[in-house]
T-cell receptor
Framework: DGGITQSPKYLFRKEGQNVTLSCEQN?????MYWYRQDPGQGLRLIYY???????QKGDIAEGYSVSREKKESFPLTVTSAQKNPTAFYLC????????????FGPGTRLTVL | RKEVEQDPGPFNVPEGATVAFNCTYS??????FFWYRQDCRKEPKLLMS???SGNEDGRFTAQLNRASQYISLLIRDSKLSDSATYLC???????????FGTGTQLKVEL
């Protein structure tokens, strides 16, 4: 079955540590996105990529980094520079040729202790 | 003004009721509009796209008013399983970037 996978589902880290969240899709989608969701708030765009080896900052990129070495994969690193990293992180993808509908992975809930 | 605004609710309705949600958006150049559903602690899932002519999918009807820049979602004959947060989503920033509203929480009760 085609879809988006994110791992792990839950992640606990100590303050000051970098952590990388995985996102893989087998939908053959060109564009991939990372969002952050905090309680009672909407999704906020961190980074996005429309093509391999290229990505752009979203609205809240500070303290995060990404790579897009393969079409299927778009990992997100939460660095120690991110001041409030505890959140629900969602990865999404879309086909550029489509009507912009985005498909989401199940999310990773990151807690920094 | 926020790019996409929604009443956060919660809307508490009895089973079988009809409930309507509205959403306003600020960018008149927006081209794509969606309603997503998000269950507690889960990822958002597409409920339906919203077209200029309005569209219906079973108990759900979505409408778009470009002149007033608002989108609506009507749910008829509410079920307990409809309890969720409904996100209004707009493509208002070019490319494939979507802007999400903060969501409207619906609770359907016996």
């Amino acid at each position: 079955d085609g879809g988006i996978t994110q791992s792990p589902k839950y992640l606990f880290r100590k303050e000051g540590q970098n952590v990388t969240l995985s996102c893989e899709q087998n939908l053959n989608h060109d564009a991939m996105y990372w969002y952050r969701q905090d309680p009672g708030q909407g999704l906020r765009l961190i980074y996005y990529s429309q093509i391999v080896n290229d990505f752009q900052k979203g609205d809240i990129a500070e303290g995060y980094s990404v790579s897009r070495e393969k079409k299927e994969s778009f990992p997100l690193t939460v660095t120690s520079a991110q001041k409030n990293p505890t959140a629900f992180y969602l990865c999404a993808s879309t086909s550029i040729a489509g009507d912009n509908e985005q498909f989401f992975g199940p999310g990773t809930r990151l807690t920094v202790l | 003004r926020k790019e996409v605004e929604q009443d956060p609710g919660p809307f508490n309705v009895p089973e079988g009721a009809t409930v309507a949600f509205n959403c306003t958006y600020s960018n008149s150049a927006s081209q794509s509009f969606f309603w997503y559903r998000q269950d507690c602690r889960k990822e958002p899932k597409l409920l339906m796209s919203v077209y200029s002519s309005g569209n219906e999918d079973g108990r759900f009807t979505a409408q778009l008013n470009r002149a007033s820049q608002y989108i609506s979602l009507l749910i008829r004959d509410s079920k307990l399983s409809d309890s969720a947060t409904y996100l209004c989503v707009v493509n208002g920033r070019g490319g494939n970037k979507l802007t999400f509203g903060t969501g409207t929480q619906l609770k359907v009760e016996l």
